[in-house]
T-cell receptor, first 113, second 112 residues
Framework: EPEVTQTPSHQVTQMGQEVILRCVPI?????FYWYRQILGQKVEFLVS????????KSEIFDDQFSVERPDGSNFTLKIRSTKLEDSAMYFC???????????FGPGTRLTVL | DQQVKQNSPSLSVQEGRISILNCDYT??????FLWYKKYPAEGPTFLIS?????DKNEDGRFTVFLNKSAKHLSLHIVPSQPGDSAVYFC???????????FGKGTTLSVSS
């Protein structure tokens, strides 16, 4: 069964460094999302992406964040200058056009020291 | 601002019995409601959904009920199995494909 994959599974970085989290959505899905879950808190929406542009973003998704679909398969989330409070699980998701069920990847645990 | 609330952090049920997980919402603009299950170290897995024009949707052992006037939905799992032990998230969105707003989750433990 097709699934969303994410790399790396765990990323440790120093505060102020840039990180890029990678996702490979399900191949025929055209809508992509990033969510995060800080330990002990709820899953929070960051951004959605369709047709090579951001379609929706939350207040969390400030100028430190950016997304890109660099090729036909990858979808990336970049955090330019990480802060301690960026430590969280980051989940990528995708959906098939015309559907509403978002399929999530296993997540990347980001630890900012 | 908690638009989606799951007021029970945990629920314990015996194998074979019914599990009922509850969710309340405040935003009357929500049109779709989804339930996800999450195991540790994995991403949320879609279980079942319902649109606001329906009051019930069933898929095997899982049934979701929606009471729009009370802004309340529930997930029924019958019969419960030990493999159902996980965190269950209620989520909602205004329009298909838009951002999902999640509740905090309810940890279900099914004992054999």
């Amino acid at each position: 069964e097709p699934e969303v994959t994410q790399t790396p599974s765990h990323q440790v970085t120093q505060m102020g460094q840039e990180v890029i989290l990678r996702c490979v959505p399900i191949s025929n899905h055209l809508y992509f999302y990033w969510y995060r879950q800080i330990l002990g808190q709820k899953v929070e929406f960051l951004v959605s992406f369709y047709n090579n542009e951001i379609s929706e973003k939350s207040e969390i998704f400030d100028d430190q964040f950016s997304v890109e679909r660099p090729d036909g398969s990858n979808f990336t989330l970049k955090i330019r200058s990480t802060k301690l409070e960026d430590s969280a699980m980051y989940f990528c998701a995708s959906i098939l056009t015309g559907h509403n069920e978002q399929f999530f990847g296993p997540g990347t645990r980001l630890t900012v020291l | 601002d908690q638009q989606v609330k799951q007021n029970s952090p945990s629920l314990s049920v015996q194998e074979g019995r019914i599990s009922i997980l509850n969710c309340d919402y405040t935003n009357s603009m929500f049109d779709y409601f989804l339930w996800y299950k999450k195991y540790p170290a994995e991403g949320p897995t879609f279980l079942i959904s319902i649109s606001s024009i329906k009051d019930k949707n069933e898929d095997g052992r899982f049934t979701v009920f929606l009471n729009k006037s009370a802004k309340h939905l529930s997930l029924h799992i019958v019969p419960s199995q030990p493999g159902d032990s996980a965190v269950y998230f209620c989520a909602a969105n205004r329009k298909a494909g838009t951002a999902l707003i999640f509740g905090k989750g309810t940890t279900l433990s099914v004992s054999s």
